[in-house]
């Protein structure tokens, strides 16, 4: 069964640096989606992916955020010079054209020191 | 503002027993609400989804109904088992823009033996 997958499973990092987070969505699937989980708190949306743009996000995702489809497989979430309280599991999925379940990745857990 | 709160934040039974999480919303425009189940450290599974025109769905022991003038929805866990403890997440999906996931609180269950 297809399925989405994300690496690394747990990236360490120190404040400041950046951090690029990959997924590799449902091959037919043309909508993407990143969402955070800060420990003991409810996911959260940050931002939605669609035709090679930004299609929505969040307060969440600002300057220090973005997001791109490189090769047509992969889709990655790069933060620039992260901060503690980017500290969180991140979630990547993937939606077809018609319906509309969106199916998760098992996450990255982000840990910055 | 869209919202999606869940009751009670935490539940502890014994296997066997049977329980119901609670969800509240005010997402609008209301497109459909699901029900997850995350284990600790991975991404949500989709249990049940359910628009606006149904107001029941099963799926195993899993029973999720919808009441879509009140705006709540309840999950019932019926003949529960040691690897139902999980958190069980309500999320709903707005009828706009890319269809985000608005996700709940989370009910975290611990099912004892």
């Known amino acids: 069964e297809p399925e989405v997958t994300q690496t690394p499973s747990h990236q360490v990092t120190q404040m400041g640096q950046e951090v690029i987070l990959r997924c590799v969505p449902i091959?037919?699937?043309?909508?993407f989606y990143w969402y955070r989980q800060i420990l003991g708190q409810k996911v959260e949306f940050l931002v939605s992916?669609?035709?090679?743009?930004?299609?929505?996000k969040s307060e969440i995702f600002d300057d220090q955020f973005s997001v791109e489809r490189p090769d047509g497989s992969n889709f990655t979430l790069k933060i620039r010079s992260t901060k503690l309280e980017d500290s969180a599991m991140y979630f990547c999925?993937?939606?077809?054209?018609?319906?509309?379940?969106?199916?998760f990745g098992p996450g990255t857990r982000l840990t910055v020191l | 503002k869209n919202q999606v709160e869940q009751s009670p934040q935490s539940l502890i039974i014994l296997e066997g027993k049977n329980c119901t999480l609670q969800c509240n919303y005010t997402v609008s425009p209301f497109s459909n609400l699901r029900w997850y189940k995350q284990d600790t450290g991975r991404g949500p599974v989709s249990l049940t989804i359910?628009?606006?025109?149904?107001n029941t769905k099963s799926n195993g022991r899993y029973t999720a109904t919808l009441d879509a003038d009140t705006k709540q929805s309840s999950l019932h866990i019926t003949a529960s088992q040691l690897s139902d403890s999980a958190s069980y997440i309500c999320v709903v999906s707005a009828a706009s823009g890319t269809y985000k996931y608005i996700f709940g609180t989370g009910t975290r269950l611990k099912v004892l033996a």
């Open positions: 999925a993937s939606r077809g054209l018609v319906e509309y379940e969106q199916f």
């Open positions: 091959s037919n699937h043309l909508y």
């Open positions: 992916f669609y035709n090679n743009e930004i299609s929505e």
């Open positions: 359910m628009t606006f025109s149904e």
